[in-house]
């Protein structure tokens, strides 16, 4: 695992050369990744992490995809689950899960709209917005991009990413953000932080993209923050009420877009930390926090590595009990949240918030 952690890195600072001042992670030096996940995963954790990963497996469908009921064969879901297997090391085609991660891969490819080149979404498990699943479509195959030896899936996912990305910045609207479908009309946060995260990940990973694209993004994003109220962010400019999901998701767009310091990421900061699992200082912004848990902690955990050691260390102890608490199923191999949300999605998220200290996905390399 460390060997893999070191050749990760080594090629990711390569690639960041190639990024000018466009979508790239920060390298914070002073913020050692090994002395900020040092003990983080407890053994109880990694039973925990362990006996997950074993459910996606036995869980994985015949034509590599995941996701339940409404939500089989669900693009977003797959890519999730995929990445819940990277985040633990396992690359496609190696490592004890390697055949999930590139049967999921050969879905996601399988999947792209005849109709639309570089669209990713399988119509008969997007039932709302297939943009989202665009965003975490995209994300996985540039997570995976150099991690692919066989040559005949390796070509095919560079040519698919490459129309992923053109689409994605084909498709900015005109306030910088993205919404729904496939096309520039309106904007909300929850789509336009998948997309640019996943523009982001493409770029690290040597993929063209105008630095234009994360300067729009940035100012809508910042037009979507309660920035002289609460700090937090709503779903649309000046729109609805500041949340909890909302608000990780406003904080990593602006990561994910170059923005890591300032009054706008502090203030963002400190809304989520109000939201701290086992504190309650929410008040009646609860209630939207339960409906999108496992979202908001998808983000809000990506937010605290980022901005390192002060936040992280009070951060993910915290979800990380919490998570270990919520499992559900004949050995609590599984999370979910009170039926209504694809078991698939919540336990893939859930293993990727509690694998972040490996620091083993490109895209959160530190």
């Known amino acids: 695992m460390a060997s893999r952690r070191k050749f990760l890195t080594r090629g990711l600072g390569s690639l960041l050369g190639l990024a000018g001042g466009g979508l790239v992670l920060r390298g914070l030096a002073q913020d050692n990744p090994e002395n900020q996940a040092r003990g983080m995963i407890t053994a109880a954790t990694q039973e925990t992490i362990d006996s997950g990963l074993a459910y996606l497996e036995r869980q994985q469908h015949e034509d590599g995809s995941w996701g339940t009921n409404q939500y089989t064969g669900n693009v977003a879901v797959t890519a999730l689950c995929g990445l819940a297997f990277m985040a633990g090391g396992h690359q496609p085609g190696r490592g004890r899960y390697g055949r999930c991660v590139s049967r999921a891969l050969q879905f996601v490819l399988a999947h792209e709209d005849r109709n639309t080149p570089g669209f990713l979404n399988n119509p008969r498990a997007s039932l709302h917005g297939p943009m989202y699943g665009h965003g975490f479509a995209t994300l996985f195959l540039a997570e995976a991009h150099g991690m692919v030896n066989?040559?005949?899936?390796?070509?095919?996912?560079?040519?698919?990413?490459?129309?992923?990305?053109?689409?994605?910045?084909?498709?900015?609207?005109?306030?910088?953000?993205?919404?729904?479908?496939?096309?520039?009309?309106?904007?909300?946060?929850?789509?336009?932080?998948?997309?640019?995260?996943?523009?982001?990940?493409?770029?690290?990973?040597?993929?063209?993209?105008?630095?234009?694209?994360?300067?729009?993004?940035?100012?809508?994003?910042?037009?979507?923050?309660?920035?002289?109220?609460?700090?937090?962010?709503?779903?649309?400019?000046?729109?609805?009420?500041?949340?909890?999901?909302?608000?990780?998701?406003?904080?990593?767009?602006?990561?994910?877009?170059?923005?890591?310091?300032?009054?706008?990421?502090?203030?963002?900061?400190?809304?989520?930390?109000?939201?701290?699992?086992?504190?309650?200082?929410?008040?009646?912004?609860?209630?939207?926090?339960?409906?999108?848990?496992?979202?908001?902690?998808?983000?809000?955990?990506?937010?605290?590595?980022?901005?390192?050691?002060?936040?992280?260390?009070?951060?993910?102890?915290?979800?990380r009990n919490e998570l270990l608490s919520m499992r559900q199923g004949g050995q609590g191999e599984a999370w979910w949240f009170d039926g209504r949300f694809c078991r698939h999605y919540c336990t893939s998220m859930a293993l990727i918030i509690l694998q972040i200290p490996n620091n083993y996905l490109p895209i959160l390399q530190r």
């Open 150 to 319: 066989e040559p005949q899936m390796r070509d095919q996912l560079r040519g698919t990413l490459d129309r992923a990305v053109k689409l994605l910045i084909k498709t900015q609207n005109t306030e910088g953000g993205w919404r729904y479908q496939p096309r520039p009309n309106d904007a909300d946060i929850s789509v336009t932080i998948c997309q640019i995260m996943a523009l982001r990940a493409a770029r690290n990973a040597g993929f063209a993209v105008p630095k234009k694209v994360a300067d729009n993004c940035i100012k809508y994003v910042k037009e979507c923050q309660d920035l002289h109220g609460t700090g937090g962010f709503y779903y649309q400019r000046r729109v609805g009420q500041a949340g909890f999901a909302r608000t990780a998701a406003g904080v990593v767009a602006l990561y994910s877009a170059g923005l890591y310091e300032g009054e706008e990421v502090k203030k963002g900061l400190d809304f989520l930390m109000r939201f701290k699992p086992g504190d309650n200082r929410g008040g009646g912004l609860f209630g939207e926090h339960q409906i999108h848990y496992y979202y908001g902690h998808y983000y809000a955990a990506q937010a605290m590595w980022i901005a390192g050691p002060r936040y992280w260390r009070e951060w993910y102890p915290a979800v």
